[in-house]
């Protein structure tokens, strides 16, 4: 059984363009909660700060550390390879500390099938339409339409994984998405059964997908 100290594990996965990433931040923002940094041999974005946003490394630095067994789970994900290791992860949550994991669904199945003693909370963020993804993902740095539309596919092979995950988040807004998300932690930390419910949430991923 875990100890009482031991602090929970959340991941926060979806397919590109969802908002994941500026909910990861809120929540972060929360008492006892810290992010996992992850390594990737992807090069940084212009707004990206090594050892903050990730560990950027090059791709014979990431496969001595696959050598080493240093990562607790990694994945290739848009040609680039990613991963989160064992060791920052395992000092904060035996500190109590809650970690929150960006991880793509790759990840999450491997660290779900490792069974750790640590309580796991996957959460698998939508956007509110196809329409509305398409805009952010045109939006974004890549203002190449072929990149979005590249980006659509892979979505439509991302969204198929919703179903290994506990809970599925629609982004309409992000501040009811950010409330919810925390809700649910929240119930897990005191044992709580929350009001999630599947049928609205299926709903909306038959729309999505057809
Ligand atoms: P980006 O390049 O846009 O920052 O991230 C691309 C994808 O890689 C996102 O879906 C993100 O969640 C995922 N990702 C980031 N870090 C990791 C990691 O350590 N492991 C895995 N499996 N995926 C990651």
Redesign the pocket.
């Known amino acids: 059984m875990p100890s009482m100290r031991e602090g929970i594990m959340v991941i926060?996965?979806?397919?590109?363009g969802a908002g994941?990433?500026t909910l990861v931040k809120l929540l972060s923002e929360r008492k006892d909660f810290i992010t996992?940094i992850?390594?990737?041999t992807?090069a940084p974005?212009s707004n990206e700060i090594d050892g903050k946003?990730?560990h950027f490394v090059n791709n014979e630095n990431f496969e001595k550390m696959i050598n080493k067994k240093e990562f607790l789970?990694?994945?290739k994900?848009?040609k680039?390879f990613?991963?989160?290791t064992k060791s920052k992860v395992f000092e904060e949550l035996n500190k109590g500390n809650n970690v929150i994991?960006?991880?793509?669904w790759?990840?999450?199945n491997?660290i779900i099938s490792q069974k750790l003693e640590n309580r796991l909370l996957t959460f698998f963020i939508l956007p509110p339409s196809r329409e509305e993804l398409f805009k952010r993902l045109s939006n974004r740095d890549m203002k190449d339409k072929l990149i979005a539309e590249e980006r659509m596919k892979q979505f439509d092979k991302d969204i198929l994984h919703w179903k290994d995950y506990d809970y599925v988040i629609i982004n309409n807004d992000l501040e009811v998405c950010y409330k919810q998300i925390s809700e649910y932690i929240d119930c897990e930390i005191s044992n709580k059964k929350s009001s999630y419910s599947l049928d609205s949430i299926k709903k909306h991923i038959k729309k999505l997908t057809s």
């Open positions: 926060l996965s979806s397919p590109s994941k990433t996992s992850s390594h990737t992807r974005r946003d990730y789970e990694y994945a994900v848009f680039n990613y991963g989160t994991f960006d991880i793509d790759q990840g999450t491997q």
